[in-house]
């Protein structure tokens, strides 16, 4: 039992490198979500805002195999209502500027949103 000490610092190593994004987040990490800019003449989104927030990616998957794949051009939602299935069209009906809304939230998360492969950016002036 001479390499205990040994043994003992690898562990914590281990430790604190499998734990330290979490550390990282506890101790303060990006802070609050980024303001986003709300329609001004839309009351409520196709689905409810926590549904949105959470699995708005899954939602347009669907979409992009349910109109690729299927042919299918209507969105069902939750409170009956129903609706064109259309990033352009329906998402950006209401969102205009994606760089106010959509750009915020992903830059935040870091996360690249890959929309823009196939769909062409609404932009101001071009």
């Not at 205990?4 to 190593?13: A, C, E």
């Not at 001004?40 to 347009?60: S, V, Y």
Request: charged content about 25%; some cysteine; proline content about 6%.
């Amino acid at each position: 039992m001479h390499d205990t000490g040994k043994v003992v610092l690898g562990l914590g190593l281990f430790a604190g490198l499998v734990t330290g994004p979490v550390w990282y987040g506890a101790g303060g990490g990006k802070g609050e979500p980024p303001v986003l800019e709300r329609p001004l003449d839309a009351k409520e989104c196709i689905e409810p805002t926590p549904f949105m927030r959470a699995r708005h990616m899954e939602m347009l998957d669907a979409w992009r195999e349910a109109v690729v794949r299927r042919d299918e051009r209507e969105y069902l939602a939750s409170n009956g209502q129903r609706h064109q299935i259309s990033l352009t069209g329906t998402c950006l009906g209401c969102h205009t500027d994606p760089a106010k809304f959509c750009d915020r939230c992903h830059q935040y998360a870091a996360v690249e949103a890959f929309c823009w492969d196939c769909h062409h950016r609404k932009r101001r002036g071009t």
